[in-house]
């Protein structure tokens, strides 16, 4: 195994509004700096009505030392379809797309190859719909958009909004396995592993976790996920 390790973390700000119904970034930021990772997929990052501008400030994040993974979305919004990613200590932007996504409620997916530690790394951002129906359809675009791809390693980081087993998921989501972690959400009681991070075989998670530190079970309704990886050696 490579002793190498990068930290992919993964955490739906709730537009930066906290359980106390006060939208405070600075308190998100404080969250996200806490995780040490370097890779973290953020959803709801943007506010929820038009022009969507980003619930987190680009100034802010970059201002802690944040690189904003730019998506190319237009009118002030932190990412793409409110998935945003960001870089911090060492990966650097190889490319990036947008991954449209099938459902009656607008989702996208968002895919960073980076520049890494451990190599060339593929993350996916995204955040699932909560039809399961469209869900399973939506896991089913986001294979699909990879396989036309050359193949690298890869991570798939959100909000898969899955209330069950995962069994649908694991069965979808064809060529990742999904890393055992604790439940997410809600954060003051958490019951459901709605936030998950999936990776590739040629990756290993040597450590993962849910984060509990204050304030992160005040700052959203969802703890962030994080996991340690490694690559395999054949």
Not at 187 to 197: G, K, Q, S
Request: hydrophobic fraction near 45%; glycine fraction near 8%; charge should be positive.
């Amino acid at each position: 195994m490579n002793p190498s390790t990068i930290r992919i973390a993964s955490y739906n700000l709730q537009k930066c509004v906290g359980l106390d119904l006060r939208r405070r970034p600075e308190r998100s930021l404080t969250v996200i700096g806490q995780l040490g990772a370097q890779v973290v997929a953020l959803q709801e990052a943007d506010r929820r009505l038009a022009p969507r501008r980003a619930a987190l400030p680009h100034e802010m994040a970059e201002a802690e030392g944040w690189q904003v993974v730019e998506f190319g979305q237009p009118g002030g919004s932190l990412g793409w379809h409110g998935n945003a990613m960001l870089l911090r200590n060492g990966p650097q932007v190889i490319e990036t797309q947008h991954i449209e996504l099938p459902g009656l409620e607008p989702r996208g997916a968002v895919r960073a190859d980076l520049a890494t530690d451990i190599g060339r790394l593929r993350v996916v951002g995204l955040h699932l719909g909560l039809v399961r129906r469209y869900r399973l359809l939506q896991v089913a675009a986001i294979i699909r958009a990879l396989r036309r791809l050359d193949p690298c390693p890869t991570v798939l980081a959100g909000d898969f909004n899955d209330w069950g087993s995962g069994a649908a998921l694991d069965a979808t989501a064809q060529g990742v396995e999904f890393i055992a972690t604790r439940p997410s959400f809600p954060t003051f009681r958490p019951v459901a592993r709605l936030d998950r991070l999936a990776i590739s075989p040629d990756l290993v998670a040597l450590d993962a976790g849910v984060h509990l530190q204050r304030p992160a079970r005040v700052a959203s309704d969802h703890l962030p996920v994080w996991a340690d990886l490694g690559t395999r050696r054949e």
